[in-house]
């Protein structure tokens, strides 16, 4: 009698949870907007690039145009940044993606890739300012019926000399309509 009484709940709490699962994935494709905030890693100096590799900490803003395709834009920070002249600064990468998502209902994880356009500024130096061309690899994990944890790699090109960089972002989004 125990073990069917406890048979019965756990049939309950699994169902759900994937009820849950599954209303949170359908919040997440009817959002229109989400606000999060990042972290990355930045690895620099592949062809002539003139910052050495350091982190980044930023804001994250988007838009879902429609059901795959969102608009982003993010704001970095990078604290700590040495050129090739040994002058210690700081950047900020304004960075403009549109992203197509992967959307499957059966699952929580969303797989997505994306190009886009930035510019980044340097402190201490004008002639290293730069527009870049970036690429996007990543996968979102749905968190809640508000929230996604998401794992981003940005190949980054120099549109005007002969650099490339690259980005590992890790963020926390929060969506709603």
Same mark, same amino acid.
């Given at each position: 009698?125990?073990?069917?009484?406890?048979?019965?709940?756990?049939?309950l709490?699994l169902?759900?949870?994937?009820?849950?699962?599954?209303e949170?994935?359908?919040?997440?494709?009817?959002?229109?907007?989400?606000?999060?905030?990042?972290?990355?890693? $930045?690895?620099?100096?592949?062809?002539?690039?003139?910052?050495?590799?350091?982190?980044a900490?930023?804001?994250?803003?988007?838009?879902?145009?429609?059901?795959? $395709?969102?608009?982003?834009?993010d704001?970095?920070?990078?604290?700590?940044?040495?050129?090739?002249?040994?002058?210690?600064?700081?950047?900020?990468?304004?960075?403009?993606?549109?992203?197509?998502?992967?959307?499957d209902?059966?699952?929580?994880?969303?797989?997505?890739?994306?190009?886009?356009?930035?510019?980044?500024?340097?402190t201490?130096?004008?002639?290293?300012?730069?527009?870049?061309?970036?690429?996007?690899?990543?996968?979102?994990? $749905?968190?809640?019926n508000?929230?996604?944890?998401?794992?981003?790699?940005?190949?980054?090109?120099?549109?005007?000399?002969?650099?490339?960089?690259?980005?590992?972002?890790?963020?926390?989004s929060?969506?709603?309509?």
């Open positions: 009698m125990k073990f069917r009484f406890f048979t019965l709940v756990l049939c709490v169902s759900d949870s994937l009820l849950s699962a599954s949170a994935k359908q919040r997440f494709q009817e959002s229109q907007w989400d606000l999060g905030v990042l972290g990355g890693a $930045i690895f620099e100096g592949y062809q002539g690039d003139t910052i050495n590799n350091t982190g900490l930023g804001i994250h803003a988007g838009y879902r145009i429609d059901p795959s $395709i969102t608009a982003n834009i704001l970095l920070f990078l604290p700590n940044v040495v050129h090739e002249d040994d002058e210690n600064g700081q950047a900020i990468d304004t960075i403009g993606l549109v992203n197509y998502e992967y959307l209902l059966e699952s929580d994880y969303v797989p997505y890739i994306g190009i886009g356009i930035g510019y980044r500024d340097i201490n130096t004008v002639s290293h300012d730069s527009w870049n061309l970036y690429g996007s690899l990543g996968v979102k994990y $749905i968190l809640d508000n929230s996604t944890l998401y794992l981003d790699a940005r190949p980054r090109f120099n549109l005007e000399r002969n650099e490339k960089g690259a980005y590992l972002i890790l963020g926390v929060r969506f709603f309509n």
